[in-house]
């Protein structure tokens, strides 16, 4: 009996590592939704989607130089990451594998839809329990990425506060960019605010 009381105590009481987590983040520019579900204490897998509508996006357009462009794009990934945390800070490694559809003035460029593999960092510190700061950077090479597209770059930081048990609230900034044959392009650039469910 005692044994079966220690257990279910332990099933009730894993490190935050273990519960999934729903995000959703927004900006007048973009919306994303993601899905980060728990396979062990040190490893988890991610499924995301993005759709970001720019308007005059930094866009160096047949190579001739920078010149602002609306543009629209979506992105979906699906990843997976090993996770190890030492006192306060929470590193995670990994990357994932991405589908990406950009849009410049409504006429597609450098090869329409394409995919890859970003491989990439996070970092996690809890300022206190109920406050958090993040910050991840992933970067796909020419040799990781399928159609026109040499490079891949995507960097988010934020900052985090649990308001409930299970839910967070966070602001940050994300930074997402392609290179290509016709195409050198800033997809998105500047802030998002969301919150967060874990389960």
Excluded: C
Aim: cysteine-free.
């Amino acid at each position: 009996m005692k044994r079966l009381l220690v257990l279910t105590a332990l099933l009730f009481n894993t490190p935050a590592l273990l519960a999934d987590t729903f995000e959703f983040a927004v900006s007048n520019d973009s919306v994303e939704a993601s899905y980060d579900i728990a396979l062990s204490n040190s490893f988890s897998t991610r499924i995301s989607g993005l759709y970001a509508d720019v308007k005059r996006a930094d866009i160096d357009l047949d190579k001739a130089g920078d010149v602002r462009r609306d543009t629209s794009t979506a992105l979906a990934s699906i990843g997976l990451y090993n996770h190890g945390k030492t006192g306060p800070v929470t590193t995670h490694l990994g990357g994932y594998v991405f589908w990406i559809d950009p849009d410049v003035d409504n006429a597609k460029i450098g090869g329409d839809q394409s995919a890859g593999l970003a491989l990439g960092v996070a970092i996690d510190g809890h300022i206190t329990p109920e406050f958090l700061i993040n910050g991840s950077l992933h970067f796909a090479p020419d040799i990781l990425t399928s159609g026109h597209y040499q490079n891949y770059l995507a960097f988010n930081t934020r900052a985090a506060y649990r308001v409930l048990p299970s839910t967070s609230l966070f602001a940050g900034y994300r930074y997402l960019a392609v290179t290509g044959d016709k195409l050198d392009a800033e997809l998105y650039n500047g802030p998002f605010v969301g919150f967060s469910f874990s389960f």
